[in-house]
């Protein structure tokens, strides 16, 4: 590699598919922890479909119902449980405030990024949660809707 390439900057390849929801970023906040913590190789939700799915883009191993894939889980690695991981969660909050102008309480919600420190199989339950009840069928109405146009190979 010639220093050059050092300045190159990336092209982003996953631009096209990205969801900026909180499910989404939940889901790779979990991973980027077990990453750090050397549990899981893989930091991103896209590496995760790759690794769980036949097809990242296939409705039918999104939902779950493939044969070939549907059993699949991340391929965590031997982990010390005693060994705490601090690991960041987008929640949402409710705040309740006063409109100055009516003096009225009125409430937002807001998300907040908060930090939590749990036991790996404590961290590795919630991911499994997330995928389980929210992320893959979320990912499967994504590709639904959005028909992804497959990479020529
Ligand atoms: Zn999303
Ligand atoms: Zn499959």
Do not use: G
């Amino acid at each position: 590699m010639s220093r050059n390439t050092l300045w190159v900057i990336k092209p982003r390849v996953q631009d096209r598919d990205t969801c900026l929801c909180v499910i989404h970023a939940n889901v790779d906040l979990k991973l980027n922890a077990l990453c750090s913590a050397k549990i899981l190789p893989y930091n991103t939700h896209q590496k995760l479909l790759e690794n769980l799915c036949c097809d990242k883009y296939r409705e039918n191993c999104l939902s779950r119902d493939c044969q070939a894939c549907k059993n699949r889980t991340p391929d965590y690695k031997e982990f010390d449980n005693s060994k705490h991981i601090q690991f960041q969660k987008w929640v949402t909050d409710k705040q309740e405030y006063t409109d100055p102008k009516t003096k009225k309480s009125k409430f937002v919600t807001e998300h907040l990024k908060k930090s939590y420190t749990v036991s790996p199989r404590q961290l590795i339950q919630e991911l499994q949660s997330d995928l389980e009840t929210k992320f893959f069928c979320h990912q499967r109405n994504i590709v639904h809707h959005k028909e992804f146009k497959r990479k020529p190979y």
